[in-house]
């Protein structure tokens, strides 16, 4: 009892609960978020861990860190969603979903199984003495619905409490009379036999179905169902934003290419217009040759004619 209690102090105020301020605000800085004994799980949000204490799904302890501050530290840093905790807290409830949607399937084929052996399944002989007592019982049970759920809406909470284990009797007076007068069923699916059950898409829990309004209120505000009903919503928010994510990087890839493929085009009309630049250069200094050939010989020409005059 007292390691509980220790254990929800710790929770609730942190591990450093009993040191002085002083000495708290030393360790704070001592330690960083990017410690091995700070849990990264519920720097990305929650701990999955501590969802489901004292349930059918729970986890153990965590055995690390949870921090506001490092939290608070963390998701003010330059360095948050650069460090691949937010992909390893996806995985991790990935994991925790995958399994808790096998366990649904798993419920699921079970049900369909009770239905089949339900179709099939020998009925009972009521003699007249027994149909009416079972009548009378369903009437009763009919009764003390209405008016529990009368108290109910009147704010009579106590009263409709009672109501509500006075039914509970008359239905399992009602069942015990059926049982002894049915055949011998499948031990492991007489219950659901008996009910007509579903699975809770959420949290994979078996429900009556069309069950009283204050028993599925009570599930829906279940540690279980609320714990799984968080992860499922954390893991839409994750994909949501790792398909943003991979969406900017395709556009930004997109970007670049676009860029490499103008730079390449630009880098080939400069070597165009370079080589056509060459191209004209060499031609006019070949035409200032020709014309200088030209001029020389006509040059030449003219002074072999004068000497030969002179001659």
């Not at 069309?210 to 609320?226: E, S, T, W």
């Amino acid at each position: 009892m007292t390691s509980i209690a220790s254990k929800l102090l710790d929770e609730l105020m942190g591990k450093n609960r009993n040191l002085g301020s002083s000495e708290r605000d030393k360790i704070d800085l001592e330690i960083s978020w990017s410690d091995s004994k700070v849990c990264k799980h519920f720097l990305c949000g929650f701990c999955p861990n501590e969802m489901f204490t004292n349930t059918k799904a729970d986890l153990g302890p965590c055995g690390k860190m949870h921090d506001e501050k490092l939290k608070e530290r963390y998701e003010q840093s330059e360095k948050k969603g650069k460090m691949g905790y937010e992909e390893d807290f996806l995985r991790y409830l990935e994991s925790l979903v995958n399994d808790l949607d096998r366990k649904v399937k798993r419920g699921r084929e079970r049900l369909k199984q009770s239905e089949e052996y339900r179709d099939s399944a020998p009925q009972a002989k009521f003699g007249p003495e027994m149909t009416a007592r079972l009548d009378e019982l369903s009437r009763m049970i009919s009764e003390s619905v209405e008016q529990m759920e009368t108290l109910g809406n009147e704010g009579n909470v106590d009263e409709a409490r009672e109501v509500m284990l006075k039914v509970e009797d008359l239905k399992r007076e009602r069942e015990y009379l059926i049982n002894q007068n049915r055949p011998k069923m499948d031990v492991m699916m007489e219950d659901d036999i008996e009910k007509r059950m579903e699975v809770c898409d959420v949290c994979g829990s078996f429900l009556v179905v069309n069950d009283l309004q204050i028993r599925v209120d009570a599930h829906v505000m279940g540690k279980q169902h609320r714990g799984y009903a968080t992860l499922r919503q954390k893991l839409r928010e994750l994909r949501t934003e790792k398909d943003k994510i991979r969406e900017e990087r395709r556009r930004q890839w997109e970007r670049e290419r676009e860029e490499k493929r103008h730079r390449r085009s630009r880098s080939r009309e400069r070597r165009h217009r370079s080589y056509r630049s060459r191209s004209r250069s060499r031609s006019r200094s070949h035409s200032r040759e020709r014309e200088y050939s030209g001029s020389h010989r006509r040059h030449s020409s003219h002074h072999s004619r004068r000497d030969s005059r002179d001659r």
